[in-house]
């Protein structure tokens, strides 16, 4: 049975999640179709990257992967099909591919060619799940488009790192449902730049010298529970993805705060690692 995941900004209260289903479903009945998420920030494209670069690689090869954001088309913004990792997916050529793809080369890129053969207005419903249905009954990616090689960047995906490696100047790509901030630079990259010195993490005017491993790690367990106060210490980790985080402990937007809303952190803000000798 084919996988198709959907990942869209159109929310919950409109028809649209649910006409795509449908859709899906009245070309191939024998499918199994997954929700990723539907809240990603209107138009939010390195939202939508950091959320499908951390939740593909847990479905099974040959999953198809449906990304609708900023999906309209235009001179400047194509559709493309990408098989990757033995995945596919399916998406307009505006950077979302970009994260994936800095990592993984993909193993064949296509810009669809369908739309002169659909009446639409609405190309996830009409183009995207077409494309999708021909993959899932085996059709290969070059009856719907033409092969190219290269998809547009996401501006500022990589962290800047100055001429004699004693700074990172990253940027917050994605801010979680607890409210921690994830910056765009990875455990791996931190790690070669950092060269075993000593560092100093800078947001607005937070500063942070260690990176935990675990986020309970900042609490000291031999202290008697009643008289630790830990909740709303601020700390950072890499997290399960490998990104460096700035969270709050037990973090909770309606009592103790989070990252986002205690240290005024927002998309795109940058952060910065500097580091001694």
């Not at 959907?6 to 028809?15: A, I, N, P, S, V």
């Not at 400047?76 to 800095?102: P, W």
């Not at 996401?154 to 700074?167: A, E, G, H, T």
């Not at 909770?252 to 205690?262: C, E, N």
């Amino acid at each position: 049975m084919a996988i198709i995941t959907l990942t869209t900004d159109f929310g919950e209260k409109d028809h649209f999640v649910g006409a795509i289903k449908g859709a899906i479903y009245t070309e191939l009945e024998d499918v199994k179709i997954v929700d990723i998420s539907h809240a990603i920030s209107p138009f939010n494209v390195s939202e939508a990257a950091y959320i499908i670069q951390n939740a593909y690689a847990s479905f099974p090869k040959g999953s198809i992967h449906v990304i609708g954001i900023d999906s309209e088309l235009n001179a400047e913004n194509k559709h493309i099909a990408v098989k990757l990792d033995d995945h596919y997916f399916i998406c307009a050529n505006n950077g979302i591919m970009s994260m994936i793809c800095n990592e993984i080369a993909p193993q064949k890129i296509v810009e669809i060619n369908i739309h002169d053969k659909l009446d639409t207005n609405f190309p996830v419903l009409d183009v995207f799940v077409r494309v999708a249905c021909h993959i899932a009954r085996g059709g290969t990616l070059e009856v719907i488009g033409k092969v190219i090689t290269h998809i547009k960047p996401i501006k500022n995906l990589i962290p800047f790192v100055n001429d004699d490696q004693s700074q990172i100047i990253g940027s917050i790509i994605y801010i979680d449902n607890y409210g921690n901030v994830i910056t765009n630079i990875r455990k791996k990259f931190f790690e070669q730049i950092q060269k075993g010195r000593s560092f100093e993490i800078s947001a607005r005017n937070y500063k942070f010298k260690i990176i935990y491993k675990r986020y309970s790690d900042i609490v000291n367990f031999e202290i008697p529970e009643e008289q630790r106060q830990d909740e709303g210490r601020g700390l950072v980790v890499f997290n399960s993805s490998n990104y460096l985080e700035i969270a709050i402990y037990k973090s909770d937007l309606a009592t103790v705060g989070s990252a986002s809303s205690l240290m005024g952190l927002q998309m795109r803000d940058t952060v910065t690692v500097n580091f001694f000798k």
